[in-house]
């Protein structure tokens, strides 16, 4: 299930990175994103960041690499400033995925389950559930017996 959401996400975090380089760019600052060109199945992770740092060590480089190994996320970075004579390679950010999921869910659940029972207390139950739909309700309901039961 993971997996088949990652296309999705790196969509979203493409989006995101685009925004951040044109803010960049729009302050005077020269960038060129080459979002996607990477393809780690040729060359991977850091093998590949050195292979891109010989060619091109004179120009200021930053390289943010996503992985998902099992129910792991790593983000590493490469970087060098175009004046260092070798790159710097590590891990960003590292987390379980099933368990940050798994929180994101039952925070949600949560805070719907409140809105839920403000709605009891105010009598619109119905009003409430039928904007969510029967599914909806009852996947929620789902979560709350879950976590909580």
Avoid at 101 to 129: C, D, P, S
């Amino acid at each position: 299930m993971l997996r088949e959401s990652l296309p999705e996400m790196e969509q979203f975090l493409n989006r995101s990175l685009l925004n951040f380089f044109e803010a960049y760019s729009s302050h005077g600052r020269a960038i060129n994103d080459l979002l996607g060109a990477w393809d780690h199945q040729l060359l991977p992770s850091k093998a590949a960041a050195i292979a891109l740092f010989q060619r091109i060590k004179t120009e200021p480089t930053l390289l943010l690499e996503a992985v998902v190994e099992g129910e792991t996320f790593d983000l590493y970075i490469a970087y060098w400033n175009g004046r260092q004579s070798y790159l710097r390679y590590k891990i960003a950010l590292s987390f379980s995925c099933l368990e940050t999921l798994y929180t994101l869910v039952k925070q949600r659940t949560l805070a719907w389950i409140k809105r839920r029972n403000e709605h009891i207390e105010a009598g619109n139950l119905a009003e409430f559930e039928q904007r969510y739909g029967e599914a909806t309700v009852q996947h929620f309901l789902n979560n709350f017996q879950i976590f909580w039961e």
